[in-house]
């Protein structure tokens, strides 16, 4: 078992090879965390960590499909086998796949709900059950702006992220009697290889209708200071959206009246980011594939 700081967190961090949770990992690790920092692609995993510096000695990688209880549990055992205790899970890891629903099939279905919403609740069984026996910890789960408020185009990961923000309700209930707190964080639209694939999906429209894209360190700064230093329940990035969301939640038939237009607002973003993309593209001087 290696030795650690007496101020220094273990943190087991999900999706940690591109997005938030890459930035997340490398913000922890800067400061002074030790992180088991585990991702589905291990080859994209390493060069994240060889590209981003991270330090070897603070930062173990692994490979882990969420989808996989077992594997859950031997990802957890790791980092208590090597630190000696888990103090901070960070439920990062999600996919997302724009259609309309009759347009998608029953492995869309499974991988939405596999991943974003069960793989979530693997994690946070094996870690609860550490952290319940040494009455100490805190589960953060990522949700999105869409466990607030429904968004056609994108039901299935609504579905998905319906589910994590419901389930983390309830187990912050659970978990508060054995001393383990939980947070959840509902972001907008953020500047991450996931928004990139919804950039070409007329379905994603509604992703791109808010004011302003989020970057990671804002995410990575709200995550840090609201969630693991003060231990809010919910965090909404940002909350003006989020009341919107939330509005339009409480009073579904009125979402019928603002989605025309937050659609045709967002389709307007979409175009003019995906054209500016383009246009920053590199010419080639050869032909090329």
Sequence with gaps: MTPIAASSRVVVLSGAAS?????????????????????????????????DTWPADRVRLAALDVRDPAAWRQTIQHAVDTWGRLDVLLN??????????????????????????????????AAAAVM????????????????????????????????????????AQELAPHGVRVSIVYPDAVET???????????????????????V??????IVEQAIARGRLEIILPWGRGFLSKLT?????????????????GLRRQTAIRERGKSRAPTRSTPGP
């Design 19 to 51: 997005g938030i949770g890459r930035h997340l990992t490398g913000l922890r690790a800067a400061r002074g965390d030790r992180l088991l920092a585990p991702d589905v692609d291990l080859a994209a995993l390493e060069a994240a960590a060889h590209k």
């Design 92 to 125: 990062v890891a999600g996919v997302i796949q724009p259609g309309q629903v009759h347009d998608q099939n029953s492995r869309d279905i499974d991988w939405h709900l596999d991943i974003n919403a069960k793989g979530l609740i693997y994690g946070t069984q």
């Design 132 to 171: 319940v026996a040494q009455r100490s910890g805190q589960i953060v789960n990522l949700a999105s702006m869409a466990a607030l408020a429904a968004v056609p185009g994108l039901a299935l990961y609504t579905a998905s992220k319906w589910a994590v923000r419901g389930f983390s309700l309830a187990i």
């Design 193 to 215: 290889p996931m928004l990139d694939k919804q950039l070409d999906y007329q379905e994603a429209a509604l992703t791109f209708s808010g004011p302003r894209l989020l970057s």
């Design 217 to 222: 360190e804002e995410v990575g700064r709200a």
């Design 249 to 265: 939640s409480c009073f579904p038939p009125w979402a019928a009246h603002v989605l025309p237009t937050l659609t045709a607002k």
